[in-house]
């Protein structure tokens, strides 16, 4: 199945390989997914194999390793998920605005802000900034996540009052009665 079956691009059986590789990962842990990869590998099989582990630090620290330079071709493609314990969550934020995927920058700012997570305002200025100009899929972002964002910056006393007002002008259609701000 690996690295064979990584690069299809025949859903049944992507996803197949997927829950192979998740499944592997979950009986036989990082020492499997440290001894699964060969000189053979292309860098986008072992893209997509990373992409198919639990998106935590844990991977990310193995992609970043693995892939070298070519570790942009991950954060590019990785299907976030911030559930569970994410300490270095803030991390993953950097990163995905980084490689311009605001938009998954978002969803993982919302997780902070939900666990009441202390980080710059900066940060989600830009993510929300940013996220008006991208293509990036709107993929877990809903009026919701965006004005608990919003709302938090709203209450942040160290936001900057200039890009407030920008971002308040520009998601101004989200900020109605039923969901404050």
Do not use: M
């Not at 699964?36 to 630090?57: M, R, S």
């Not at 993929?139 to 407030?164: F, M, V, Y």
């Amino acid at each position: 199945l690996l690295p064979d079956y990584l690069d299809k691009e025949d859903k049944v059986l992507r996803d197949f390989v997927a829950n192979f590789v998740w499944g592997r990962f979950w009986t036989k842990s990082w020492q499997w997914v440290d001894g699964a990869f060969t000189e053979k590998w292309t860098t986008e099989q072992k893209t997509i194999f990373f992409t198919f582990l639990p998106f935590g630090h844990e991977t990310w620290r193995r992609a970043e390793s693995v892939l070298g330079h070519q570790a942009v071709a991950y954060w590019k493609k990785v299907n976030i998920q911030p559930y569970g314990p994410q300490p270095h969550l803030l991390e993953a934020v950097e990163k995905l605005l980084q490689h311009e995927r605001p938009r998954a920058a978002l969803a993982c700012l919302y997780r902070l802000v939900h666990e009441k997570a202390d980080f710059p305002p900066a940060l989600a200025v830009q993510a929300l900034l940013d996220g008006l100009q991208t293509a990036e899929p709107l993929r877990g972002l809903d009026q919701h996540t965006l004005s608990e964002i919003i709302k938090w910056l709203q209450a942040n006393p160290a936001t900057n009052s200039d890009a407030l007002f920008r971002i308040e002008w520009a998601y101004l259609p989200l900020l109605d009665h039923d969901y404050g701000g």
